[in-house]
C-alpha cells in the first residue's frame, strides 16, 4: 500500500510543484491569501473533496473533506500559505498546500477499503495573527483525530517542544508639560514604561529558566524638553509550558498596573495573539521519522527538541500532532531569510514537496492500518500534557 501511495503521489507531482511555484510567484499575506487559498481549494474539488470555502473570521481559511465508510481515524491534514512581507515566501510556506494536497488525494484514490476520514484545513497568517488560534476558538479542528503538517527546512525532522507565547501592546498615556518650566504638571508616560521594563527584569530572576521576556519601544516618545504624553511598548512572553505561561502573565499584567500606579499615568493594554506550546507525541514522531527513513528523505536528524512559536500548538496542544519538516536547504540555514526564498523553486523544494507527501501519505496509512495505534498516540498525548 505505501509504494502504491508513493506512485499516487508522483502522479500529481506536475500539478503539484506547478501549484507550489505559482504561489511561490505570487506571495500574499496576514489573511489576504486569497490566490493561493483558491488554488488549493480548486484543486481538492475537482478531485472529489467538499470543500467550505471561508472559515468564521478568515475568508481564506478552508476545510476540504473526504470520507471512506464509517468511523476510523479521522485524519487532519493542516497547510500554511501565507508569505513574509518584504522578503515572499522566505519560510517555505509555498510547498506546504500542494504537499497536503497531494497527501490527501493520494489517500482518497489508494482504494483503502478501511473506514477513515481525510480532513483538509487551509490555515492562513501564520507569520502575523496565526489563525489557527481562533480557528479552535470558533470550533474548527474538533472534528480530527490527529494534525499533520509539512514544512521545508535545512533538514528533515520532527519537533518535540514549542514555545507558548503571548504578545501584548501597552500604550501608557501621561500628560503634557514643559520639563524644564512645568515639570510638576506633567506625568510622564515615558517613565511609566521605562519603569514596566525595568519590572520585567527583576521578574526576569523569578521564573522557571525555559521563560523568555522581550519588549521594546514601538514609538518615539517625543523631544527630551517635553514631558512625554504617550509611550508605546510591546512585550512577548514565552514558556514551554501554556500553565507556568499563565502565571507569568499574570504577574506581568500586574508589573504594568504597579508602573502606571508610579508613574501617575494611565494605560490601555491588549493581547495581540496567544499561542499555546506543542505538546509531543513521541509515537507519532517515530512513526512519521520511520517513514521519512523508508522514503530516503534527504538530511534525517533527530527530533528539534525545542522551537520557537507557533499557532500549530493550539492544535497539538490539545490532540496528537506533528509536522515533518523536509530538507530542502543546507543545514543549518536559518528561515525567515534569503536563502529561504533563493531556494523556493530549487529542484530541492520540489523534492521536498513530493517527499513530504510520501511521509504523510504513508503514515495516515499506518494509522488507519494499525490496530489501536490512535488510542495509543492519545495515551502518550495525555502522559505528555501533564509533564509539560
Same mark, same amino acid.
Not at 73 to 83: F, K, N, T, V
Not at 202 to 207: A, D, G, I, Y
Not at 302 to 316: A, E, H, I, L, Y
Not at 342 to 353: F, I, L, N, R, T
Given at each position: 500500500?505505501?509504494?502504491?501511495?508513493?506512485?499516487?503521489?508522483?502522479?500529481?507531482?506536475?500539478?503539484? +510543484?506547478?501549484?507550489?511555484?505559482?504561489?511561490?510567484?505570487?506571495?500574499?499575506? %496576514?489573511?489576504?491569501?486569497?490566490?493561493?487559498?483558491?488554488?488549493?481549494?480548486?484543486?481538492?474539488?475537482?478531485?472529489?473533496?467538499?470543500?467550505?470555502?471561508?472559515?468564521?473570521?478568515?475568508?481564506?481559511?478552508?476545510? #476540504?473533506?473526504?470520507?471512506?465508510?464509517?468511523?476510523?481515524?479521522?485524519?487532519?491534514?493542516?497547510?500554511?500559505?501565507?508569505?513574509?512581507?518584504?522578503?515572499?515566501?522566505?519560510?517555505?510556506?509555498?510547498?506546504?498546500?500542494?504537499?497536503?494536497?497531494?497527501?490527501?488525494?493520494? +489517500?482518497?484514490?489508494?482504494?483503502?477499503?478501511?473506514?477513515?476520514?481525510?480532513? =483538509?484545513?487551509?490555515?492562513?497568517?501564520?507569520?502575523?495573527?496565526?489563525?489557527?488560534?481562533?480557528?479552535?476558538?470558533?470550533?474548527?479542528?474538533?472534528?480530527? %483525530?490527529?494534525?499533520?503538517?509539512?514544512?521545508?527546512?535545512?533538514?528533515?525532522? =520532527?519537533?518535540?517542544?514549542?514555545?507558548?507565547?503571548?504578545?501584548?501592546?501597552?500604550?501608557?498615556?501621561?500628560?503634557?508639560?514643559?520639563?524644564?518650566?512645568?515639570?510638576?504638571?506633567?506625568?510622564?508616560?515615558?517613565?511609566?514604561?521605562?519603569?514596566?521594563?525595568?519590572?520585567?527584569?527583576?521578574?526576569?530572576?523569578?521564573?522557571?529558566?525555559?521563560?523568555?521576556m522581550h519588549y521594546t519601544i514601538e514609538e518615539t516618545p517625543g523631544p527630551a524638553n517635553v514631558?512625554?504624553?504617550?509611550?508605546?511598548?510591546?512585550?512577548? +512572553?514565552?514558556?514551554?509550558?501554556?500553565?507556568?505561561?499563565?502565571?507569568?502573565?499574570?504577574?506581568?499584567?500586574?508589573?504594568?498596573?504597579?508602573?502606571?500606579?508610579?508613574?501617575?499615568?494611565?494605560?490601555?493594554?491588549?493581547?495581540?495573539?496567544?499561542?499555546?506550546?506543542?505538546?509531543?507525541?513521541?509515537? +507519532?514522531?517515530?512513526?512519521?521519522?520511520?517513514?521519512?527513513?523508508?522514503?530516503?528523505?534527504?538530511? =534525517?536528524?533527530?527530533?528539534?527538541?525545542?522551537?520557537?512559536?507557533?499557532?500549530?500548538?493550539? =492544535?497539538?496542544?490539545?490532540?496528537?500532532?506533528?509536522?515533518?519538516?523536509?530538507?530542502?536547504?543546507?543545514?543549518?540555514?536559518?528561515?525567515?531569510?534569503?536563502?529561504?526564498?533563493?531556494?523556493?523553486?530549487?529542484?530541492?523544494?520540489?523534492?521536498?514537496?513530493?517527499?513530504?507527501?510520501?511521509?504523510?501519505?504513508?503514515?495516515?496509512?499506518?494509522?488507519?492500518?494499525?490496530?489501536?495505534?490512535?488510542?495509543?498516540?492519545?495515551?502518550?498525548?495525555? #502522559?505528555?500534557?501533564?509533564?509539560?
Open positions: 500500500m505505501k509504494e502504491k501511495l508513493y506512485g499516487l503521489v508522483l502522479d500529481q507531482s506536475q500539478k503539484l +510543484l506547478e501549484m507550489a511555484d505559482a504561489i511561490f510567484d505570487r506571495p500574499e499575506y %496576514d489573511g489576504e491569501e486569497y490566490f493561493a487559498a483558491g488554488l488549493l481549494e480548486d484543486y481538492l474539488e475537482e478531485n472529489g473533496f467538499q470543500v467550505e470555502r471561508g472559515l468564521t473570521d478568515w475568508p481564506t481559511a478552508f476545510r #476540504a473533506t473526504w470520507k471512506q465508510g464509517e468511523g476510523g481515524p479521522r485524519i487532519g491534514l493542516l497547510c500554511e500559505y501565507d508569505a513574509l512581507r518584504q522578503l515572499g515566501h522566505g519560510c517555505g510556506h509555498h510547498m506546504q498546500g500542494p504537499c497536503i494536497c497531494g497527501t490527501a488525494v493520494a +489517500l482518497k484514490n489508494a482504494g483503502i477499503t478501511k473506514p477513515f476520514e481525510v480532513v =483538509v484545513y487551509g490555515t492562513p497568517a501564520e507569520e502575523t495573527r496565526g489563525a489557527k488560534i481562533t480557528m479552535w476558538d470558533n470550533g474548527y479542528f474538533r472534528d480530527i %483525530d490527529v494534525a499533520l503538517m509539512m514544512h521545508g527546512g535545512p533538514d528533515t525532522c =520532527v519537533d518535540e517542544k514549542s514555545l507558548a507565547m503571548n504578545s501584548y501592546q501597552v500604550i501608557f498615556h501621561g500628560q503634557r508639560a514643559h520639563a524644564a518650566l512645568a515639570p510638576e504638571k506633567g506625568r510622564s508616560a515615558l517613565d511609566a514604561l521605562l519603569l514596566a521594563f525595568q519590572g520585567v527584569e527583576f521578574l526576569r530572576e523569578h521564573v522557571r529558566e525555559d521563560t523568555r514631558v512625554p504624553v504617550r509611550a508605546v511598548g510591546s512585550f512577548t +512572553l514565552r514558556s514551554y509550558s501554556r500553565e507556568v505561561l499563565n502565571e507569568v502573565c499574570q504577574r506581568f499584567e500586574q508589573i504594568i498596573q504597579g508602573a502606571a500606579l508610579m508613574a501617575d499615568v494611565t494605560y490601555d493594554m491588549s493581547k495581540d495573539k496567544q499561542m499555546d506550546n506543542k505538546v509531543p507525541c513521541l509515537t +507519532l514522531n517515530e512513526i512519521i521519522m520511520k517513514n521519512a527513513e523508508d522514503c530516503k528523505a534527504p538530511g =534525517v536528524t533527530p527530533p528539534r527538541k525545542k522551537t520557537g512559536s507557533t499557532d500549530f500548538g493550539n =492544535v497539538t496542544n490539545r490532540m496528537p500532532g506533528s509536522c515533518i519538516r523536509v530538507q530542502f536547504v543546507p543545514t543549518g540555514t536559518s528561515s525567515h531569510s534569503q536563502a529561504y526564498v533563493d531556494a523556493g523553486k530549487s529542484p530541492e523544494a520540489h523534492e521536498a514537496v513530493l517527499t513530504g507527501a510520501k511521509i504523510l501519505a504513508a503514515t495516515a496509512w499506518d494509522l488507519i492500518a494499525t490496530e489501536g495505534i490512535m488510542e495509543k498516540l492519545w495515551q502518550d498525548f495525555e #502522559a505528555a500534557k501533564k509533564n509539560a
